[in-house]
């Protein structure tokens, strides 16, 4: 984790962004997941999709700004590496490739700053508090893996980025979230999943009900929905 003070910082940088009219409208239409892509095309940044080896994503700042970003990765992952690159921007950071994310205590400083932004512009508390109220879940209910799990659909992060945003928000104790970690999601798809249904590991499974008729969810083609 970062210092106090620069975490407070990234924070703030990263409420700026959010109170952008056109992110705020799309909230305000339904949306449930703040999209990374839209705020990098407002801020005039070229935003390429590849097919990638090793690498999640990377931040150019050269003749132009641009984003590139590993169309093979699973769609939490592939929002929380264009929220972290769009970091490196908002913080004045340079030209930088990464191939992880959650980086941990003693990485580099741009690093932490750019996770931390990351965390703060797609798992904001008052959208963690909006889909809570909507779902009729508590915070009682994120210690079910189920329901962290479609917490992160719902907000556009891997199940694991969704356990510790719920750390970072003072919602999870450090050991929960270590055993809630450890669960791997591939076994909560197949709890929720019919009997006999089959699916790669980039695809999702989505429990869509009554308290979902408000929010506009954005499933990827190949996911599968229990209703």
């Known amino acids: 984790m970062i210092a106090r003070g620069a975490a407070l910082k990234v924070a703030r940088i990263a409420a700026e962004v959010l109170a952008n009219p056109h992110t705020r409208a799309r909230l305000a239409d339904g949306y449930t997941r703040v999209d990374p892509i839209a705020i990098a095309e407002d801020q005039g940044i070229n935003v390429l999709v590849r097919p990638l080896d090793k690498l999640l994503g990377a931040f150019l700042r050269e003749d132009s700004v641009g984003i590139l970003l590993n169309q093979l990765r699973p769609a939490g992952m592939f929002h929380m590496t264009c929220a972290h690159e769009l970091g490196h921007f908002f913080l004045g950071h340079g030209s930088n490739t990464d191939d992880q994310l959650d980086y ?3 990485a ?25 109220k ?94």
């Open 104 to 106: 941990r205590s003693g």
């Open 108 to 132: 580099n400083e741009i690093e932490l700053e750019a996770d931390q932004f990351a965390y703060s512009l797609m798992a904001p508390l008052a959208l963690v508090v909006k889909v809570l």
């Open 134 to 227: 909507a779902q009729h879940w508590n915070w009682n209910s994120v210690r079910d893996p189920a329901t962290i799990y479609q917490l992160s659909l719902r907000l556009g992060l891997s199940y694991s980025a969704m356990v510790w945003s719920l750390v970072r928000l003072g919602k999870l104790d450090g050991a929960t979230a270590k055993s809630l970690a450890r669960i791997a999601p591939a076994n909560i798809k197949r709890a929720l999943a019919p009997q006999s249904s089959a699916f790669e590991a980039n695809q999702d499974v989505w429990r869509i009900g009554p308290n979902d008729k408000e929010s506009i969810l954005e499933p990827r083609p190949d996911d599968h929905i229990v209703l």
